[in-house]
Structures are given as structure tokens and as C-alpha cells.
């Protein structure tokens, strides 16, 4: 089975613009869940997507944004970029179904987001 | 909300020792704790989960204990190479939470040969 994919791998962006970055989960997994990678903060949860709906979202402010397709595949939309949005951005997927909170989620590659 | 302190924060020991990382948790309703494993420029790679139904398991030479009682689970390595060399992160999630995993600070690991 193919793994977590993510794209795009790297991103330069300036202050003010907005980025778009993609998460294709494992096949079969139906739960999308988004992390930041910060040295100073760890891993932290932004939010997770599950049948095209937000299920769950963490501490993060409106400008993080996601949705999810109808095959799995979910995007997450970061506007008005700050410096302090420098980081790296994990998706991990899971089956989803069931008891959602103890199945194992499964990282991608990450994006790497640098603001300028 | 939960939060998941790790302990120590780097720790290096000579090949063929034994490793262990500790973390604590302060939601008493947290029930699943994975352990992840990241190497430099890779992506977070399940290594062991335990439930809270599980007071112990191992896979080969990985082990997790869990005390829920005292709210701390550990990570045990055993018989450490060069290649476990990595940062280890704990994790922990609730019912309440969903796929919500509250993660540790990490511990970076170096196994010298």
C-alpha cells in the first residue's frame, strides 16, 4: 500500500499571501488529520476531516482552514500568512471509523513552509 | 485539555544499553498512547501503541508499560543500535478528543557505537 503522501514537499511564501498545501491519505483511511511542526511548540493538532466534515479542530486561529474530497484526499488552506506560520506540516490519516480516538494514524513527508 | 510532559529531553547511551523515555499525561480519560519515532528530515514513523486496557507491550526489542493510575507510560528500548539514534515522541488521546494527539516535547536519542 502506498503511504501518506503530501505535496508539495517545500514552500517559500512571503508575508500577507495565502498557501494551499495537499495530503492524499493511505487507501481505505477515511480520517485526515492536520499537524504543525515547530521547533519551539512540538507537534500540535490543527484539525481532522472525516466524510468531507471538520470532526474535531484544535487551538488554532481562523486563518488555518481545511476541507476534505469525496475520495479522501484533503487540502489545508493557510491565508494571510504570518513569519511565525514558518513550519512544518504534517498530515497523518486513519481509518477513521469505529473508535476513531486509539487507531493508529500514519504520517506523511510533511510540507515544509518557510515565510519570508 | 490534556497535556503530555516527556522526560529527559536528549538522552545518549553506548550501544547495547538499554533506553528508556518517560512521559506523564494529565487527562485520567486519555486512552491510547502511540510512541512515534522521527529521524532527521523524515516523517514521524509509528513504532508502538498501547491502549488503556494494556498494562504492557513489546515488539521484539520495544516495550511500553502504562500505569494509569499514576498517569505515565514509558518507552523501553533494549539492546540499542546506532540506527534507534533519532527523536522519540509520546502521545496520548481521549475518547472525547477524537484523533486529537496531544504530543510530548520529545527526547533525542543518540546511540554511540
Known amino acids: 500500500k502506498a503511504g501518506v503522501t503530501q505535496t508539495p514537499r517545500y514552500l517559500i511564501k512571503t508575508r500577507g499571501q495565502q498557501v494551499t498545501l495537499s495530503c492524499s491519505p493511505i487507501s481505505g483511511h477515511r480520517s485526515v488529520s492536520w499537524y504543525q511542526q515547530t521547533p519551539g511548540q512540538g507537534l500540535q493538532f490543527l484539525f481532522e476531516?472525516?466524510?468531507?466534515?471538520?470532526?474535531n479542530k484544535g487551538n488554532f486561529p481562523g486563518r488555518f482552514s481545511g476541507r476534505q474530497f469525496s475520495n479522501s484526499r484533503s487540502e489545508m488552506n493557510v491565508s494571510t500568512l504570518e513569519l511565525g506560520d514558518s513550519a512544518l506540516y504534517l498530515c497523518a490519516s486513519s481509518l477513521g471509523t469505529g473508535s476513531p480516538s486509539n487507531q493508529p494514524q500514519h504520517f506523511g513527508d510533511g510540507t515544509r513552509l518557510s515565510i519570508l | 485539555g490534556e497535556n503530555v510532559e516527556q522526560h529527559p529531553s536528549t538522552l545518549s547511551v553506548q550501544e547495547g544499553d538499554s533506553a528508556v523515555i518517560k512521559c506523564t499525561y494529565s487527562?485520567?480519560?486519555?486512552?491510547?498512547f502511540p510512541w512515534y519515532k522521527q529521524e532527521l528530515g523524515k516523517r514521524p514513523q509509528l513504532i508502538i501503541d498501547?491502549?488503556?486496557?494494556?498494562g504492557e507491550k513489546k515488539d521484539q526489542r520495544i516495550a511500553v508499560t502504562l500505569n494509569k493510575t499514576a498517569k505515565h507510560f514509558s518507552l523501553h528500548i533494549t539492546e540499542t543500535q546506532p540506527e534507534d539514534s533519532a527523536v522519540y515522541f509520546c502521545?496520548?488521546?481521549?475518547?472525547?478528543?477524537?484523533?486529537?494527539?496531544?504530543f510530548g516535547k520529545g527526547t533525542t536519542l543518540s546511540v554511540s557505537s
Open positions: 502521545a496520548a488521546s481521549s475518547y472525547q478528543a477524537g484523533t486529537a494527539l496531544i
Open positions: 487527562d485520567s480519560a486519555s486512552n491510547y
Open positions: 498501547i491502549r488503556s486496557n494494556v
Open positions: 476531516y472525516f466524510s468531507e466534515t471538520q470532526r
